[in-house]
């Protein structure tokens, strides 16, 4: 996502944020525990760190807990080394990953369990053609690359964090790349958030196409078959699923072979044996087949279900083998339309036992979104209902092409409601091809079947944190794993006479986590509003507790439960108290409905006068029966790992705990040296991951503490635990050039690289025309030929370091007329590169769309000839984002080395930690012939394919 986001929408709440450090008290169960002293190690190849565990004692849960407002992360590019990472594998490491071995396991399992959802019979229609029985199999990229995702977010906003599950039966993680690996299985954070919501979710096998790097060898690996008749890939799949927590895989076979290694009939058959194999020893997990390779061993989309592809569903025996098949897109395009092969589809399907809602009429929006033309007619049934379930294709669209998080939410609306933001909204009078909304088919779903339920309208991610309508963080976060069940309805409101009220989530306030949802527009006196907001089959409890927190800007507010029961009665409920300015819980009187199930909950607003400008927010409803939750206590809290920066300003820290019982919420606190508490993140498991932690003092220790909270928002037992920072009083120091070899008069600028704990830079120019020069930045020309040295010295109250490089600078006048571009169209050779379409030669033809590209494991090396020996200085690379691929994709590590015959080489620049599209990278001059590019580490994650889309090497001939 652009991060635009992380400074724009900033602006519309900074009235609620605070500079430097507030403190908040607010009464809740815990208190600091003292003592804490030093013991135990991280393993690893990280400094040490020194922890204790400390629990808090249900006795000293009486203090006020005072929490200071976390400070925003300031290095958003950082990225630590040995964050846990979601799981990717190629066929052959997947036979090598064992659970029992795994150290990033405990990131990586979901922990909510697949939520019930009210039966499909039992729901109810909120338009003429929402049909019951069709499905939504949504194909989506809940994360911008396969490799590199944190299992359960980070310090960081951006995240698809997707709210529409109402209209969603199935979830694809769609992942996988030649560069990163083939088989990948959902991030935790995707599958609780689905799992809330009653959404099955399924990991993908991705076998590219040859241009896009595929190989048949992967194919190979992954369709071998032991003498015993079993198939160990797919042991492994249903392995990982059941180990991690998911239902089943999408198969995805695109790899078309080649002259030399050619896709057959065998292949096909195998994949068949494959999947029945699958089936048989998990019939309980799901398996997908999308309609690409045909029985004959053909790459041939049929766009249809037909008898070249039916053997995927049903053998010739009549036995089952994949549960479902999505098809391709083009059964919509002006070239098949006449064919109507959905409808053929279906008559296909029901002549051989299969349920046409088990095939998925694809659509591809990854590009236009709600602007994709669709000829719906041929989806639609002329009978009733429709042919086929649908299958959308990267509705993840709304995430990627927002430059905004208000503009993602209303593209996601538009997409799977309607252009009136009203599912009940009659949507007929669209042409045909018209974007219709994704509610114009499907009846919404609902997992509000069983006590409690609470939710406090959160996304999952937020500009902060707010804690009992609080705020006690300014970091920016996301984690998916806390995100709540959202409204069914996206919106349905019944506007009295004078009344226009409009509804959307809102960022600038919460009642906890960092969303609410928010109402706005203008009401007359005494006339009443009502906006359905959930469908639900819940049995109200003989000692049901029911509330809504709400806060209302503009005028008091009273605000009345509106619940429509199984019979059909309506049952309004009046609120306790009105709601006012500061957030209210609003309490109801559940005793008329003892023993009925709901079926909707609406609410009833009104105001006293006459009010425009009104902004009512709701922050959390609460169902649950009186008593009924319990308070955890942690223990055993260790740092399982940490590591630090190489200036040891940050840390990345790996915590894990026990719980005596299932918490709804972990909450991870910074202890600070005021014993105030700085919220770190939220965890829904007894781990969590701290990224990019903060230095914030000069004691060389941090604090943490583990409080449990249930869904009342409850606190239970705390613990803590202390770790070492390495010790980092001196400062580190280093520079570098725009340019090093010139013409003398030549204006040369010179920028610090010191360590962020360098209060002072002085500068030594021998020399030049300044000599001596304080500064991060500093400019100085040299009026004479000749071959200088620089000398930078970093300091703090700690002491200095000096840092000299000899014969840095090269004056002459060969430079007068500045320096030249040496290697475009040079000889290139590499170790490796896709395919000839983005070979090595490509990365010095002078045109930044094209690209070498190499994959495999890293390094990957290419080297030009310049053809002879020239004097040289600098090297610029364009990496993937000077492409137009995500920064993500940037090359993170590299070195650049020269030799002049190509034998012997001398490293002359070395990058670590490089985030950028376009490096400009000048050295100490050398005559060579040949320059060599190193790609240590390709990417930002753990992509291996190294992307190059140009290298221009400058000096004087």
């Known amino acids: 996502m652009k991060r635009r986001w992380e400074k724009k929408e900033r602006k519309c709440f900074?009235?609620?944020?605070?500079?430097?450090?507030?403190?908040i008290a607010i009464s809740l169960a815990a208190a600091l525990s003292a003592g804490l002293t030093a013991c135990g190690s991280t393993g690893g190849d990280t400094q040490a760190a020194t922890t204790e565990t400390t629990?808090?004692?249900?006795?000293?849960?009486?203090?006020?807990?005072?929490?200071?407002?976390?400070?925003?992360?300031?290095?958003?590019?950082?990225?630590?080394?040995?964050?846990?990472?979601?799981?990717?594998?190629?066929?052959s490491e997947l036979l090598s990953w064992d659970a029992k071995t795994d150290e990033d396991l405990r990131f990586n399992v979901s922990t909510v369990p697949l939520s019930e959802r009210a039966a499909r019979e039992h729901l109810q229609t909120v338009n003429s053609t929402q049909n019951k029985e069709t499905n939504i199999m949504a194909i989506s990229i809940m994360n911008s690359s396969t490799s590199g995702n944190p299992p359960h977010g980070l310090n960081k906003v951006n995240a698809n964090t997707f709210t529409y599950w109402q209209y969603v039966d199935t979830l694809v993680y769609w992942g996988g790349s030649s560069g990163e690996g083939l088989i990948v299985p959902p991030s935790?954070?995707?599958?609780?958030?689905?799992?809330?919501?009653g959404v099955r979710v399924l990991g993908t096998v991705f076998m590219p196409q040859t241009a896009h790097g595929g190989k048949m060898e992967w194919l190979e690996d992954l369709l071998v078959k032991n003498e015993d008749g079993s198939y160990p890939v797919a042991d492994k799949l249903i392995e990982v699923a059941q180990t991690y927590g998911f239902e089943g895989w999408f198969m995805n076979q695109e790899t078309e072979g080649t002259d030399e290694e050619p896709l057959?009939?065998?292949?096909?058959?195998?994949?068949?044996?494959?999947?029945?194999?699958?089936?048989?020893?998990?019939?309980d997990l799901d398996l997908v087949y999308y309609d690409s390779m045909t029985v004959d061993g053909k790459m041939d989309w049929q766009n249809a279900l037909t008898e070249e592809n039916l053997a995927y569903l049903v053998s010739e025996d009549g036995d089952p083998v994949a549960d479902a098949m999505f098809l391709n897109f083009w059964w919509t395009s002006d070239t098949l339309a006449d064919q109507e092969l959905l409808k053929k589809s279906a008559a296909l399907a029901s002549e051989n036992g299969i349920n046409p809602y088990d095939l998925y009429a694809g659509v591809d929006i990854q590009s236009e979104g709600y602007n994709t033309e669709i000829k719906w007619d041929l989806f639609?049934?002329?009978?009733?209902?429709?042919?086929?379930?649908?299958?959308?294709?990267c509705p993840s669209w709304a995430y990627t092409s927002a430059d905004t998080i208000q503009n993602f939410w209303k593209q996601e609306n538009k997409l799977w409601v309607n252009s009136m933001g009203d599912p009940s909204a009659d949507v007929k009078k669209l042409s045909n091809t018209q974007w219709k909304g994704i509610s114009s088919y499907i009846v919404e779903r609902t997992p509000l079947t069983s006590l409690p339920f609470v939710t406090n309208f959160s996304t999952g991610n937020g500009y902060s944190f707010f804690k009992n309508g609080s705020q006690i963080s300014l970091l920016d976060w996301n984690n998916r794993s806390i995100a709540d069940i959202m409204p069914t309805y996206r919106y349905i409101i019944e506007n009295g006479n004078g009344n226009k009220l409009s509804a959307d989530l809102d960022v600038a306030d919460a009642y906890y986590g960092g969303?609410?949802?928010?109402?706005?527009?203008?009401?007359?006196?005494?006339?009443?509003?009502?906006?359905?907001?959930?469908?639900a089959e819940l049995t109200a409890a003989d000692n049901m507790i029911y509330t809504t927190a709400a806060k209302a800007k503009g005028t008091e507010i009273t605000l009345n439960a509106v619940l429509e029961l199984e019979d059909g009665s309506v049952v309004t409920l009046e609120g306790d108290q009105n709601v006012g300015e500061e957030w209210t819980v609003v309490s109801y009187d559940t005793s008329s409905i003892i023993g009925k199930t709901i079926k909707s909950i609406s609410y009833e607003i009104t105001s006293a006068e006459d009010v425009s400008g009104l902004q009512l927010r709701f922050g959390n409803i609460t169902m649950m029966e009186a008593d009924s939750e319990e308070n955890a206590a942690v223990s055993n809290l260790e740092v399982l790992d940490s590591e630090f920066d190489e200036d040891g300003m940050y840390a990345g820290v790996r915590l894990a705990w026990s719980s005596d019982i299932a918490a709804d919420y972990y909450e991870v606190y910074r202890v600070n040296q005021d014993n105030s508490r700085s919220l770190l993140g939220v965890s829904n498991t007894t781990s969590f991951y701290i990224n990019t932690l903060p230095r914030t003092d000069d004691t060389n220790k941090s604090a943490f503490e583990v409080v449990p909270v249930n869904a009342a928002l409850e606190e239970g037992n705390s613990a803590q635990v202390v770790m070492d920072w390495p010790d980092n009083s001196l400062p580190k120091a280093d520079f570098a050039a725009d340019v090093t070899l010139a013409a003398p008069g030549t204006k040369i600028t010179f920028e610090s690289l010191c360590s962020a704990?360098?209060?002072?830079?002085?500068?030594?120019?021998?020399?030049?025309?300044i000599e001596t020069a304080e500064g991060e930045s500093v400019s100085v020309s040299y009026p004479e030929e000749g071959i200088y040295s620089v000398k930078v010295t970093a300091v703090n109250k700690a002491g200095s370091i000096e840092k000299e490089k000899e014969g840095y600078i090269v004056i002459t006048s060969d430079a007068a007329d500045g320096l030249v571009l040496l290697s475009q169209g040079a000889g290139t050779e590499a170790d490796a590169y896709v395919n000839e379409n983005e070979a090595p030669e490509f990365a010095v033809d002078g045109d930044v769309s094209t690209k070498w590209c190499a994959t495999g494991a890293?390094?990957?090396?290419?080297?030009?000839?310049?053809?002879?020996?020239?004097?040289?200085s600098a090297v610029d690379i364009f990496h993937a984002e000077a492409g137009g691929e995500s920064a993500d994709m940037n090359t993170k590590s590299y070195t650049i080395l020269v030799s002049q015959d190509g034998n012997s080489f001398e490293e002359v620049y070395s990058v670590t930690k490089n985030t950028n599209g376009t490096t400009h990278n000048a050295f100490t001059p050398k005559d060579a012939r040949y320059v060599k590019l190193v790609v240590n580490k390709p990417t930002q994650g753990s992509d291996s394919a190294a992307r190059i889309y140009e290298i221009e090497v400058y000096g004087i001939k």
Not at 188 to 197: E, R, S
Not at 380 to 393: A, F, I, K, P, R
Not at 526 to 533: E, P, V
Not at 858 to 872: K, R, S, W
């Open 264 to 283: 057959t009939a065998d292949h096909a058959a195998r994949m068949q044996q494959f999947i029945q194999y699958f089936k048989e020893q998990a019939p």
């Open 858 to 872: 890293a390094p990957h090396e290419i080297t030009l000839d310049l053809g002879e020996v020239n004097t040289v």
């Open 55 to 91: 629990q808090i004692t249900e006795t000293a849960q009486t203090a006020e807990r005072i929490y200071s407002l976390t400070e925003e992360n300031e290095n958003q590019e950082l990225t630590m080394a040995r964050q846990p990472e979601s799981s990717y594998w190629f066929p």
């Open 757 to 769: 704990n360098t209060e002072t830079v002085n500068w030594t120019f021998a020399g030049a025309d």
């Open 380 to 393: 639609e049934n002329e009978e009733g209902g429709t042919y086929t379930s649908l299958g959308l294709y």
């Open 188 to 197: 935790p954070d995707v599958v609780d958030a689905a799992h809330k919501n």
């Open 14 to 23: 900074m009235k609620n944020k605070v500079l430097g450090r507030r403190c």
């Open 515 to 535: 969303t609410s949802l928010i109402l706005r527009g203008n009401m007359a006196k005494d006339t009443s509003s009502t906006i359905k907001l959930y469908a």
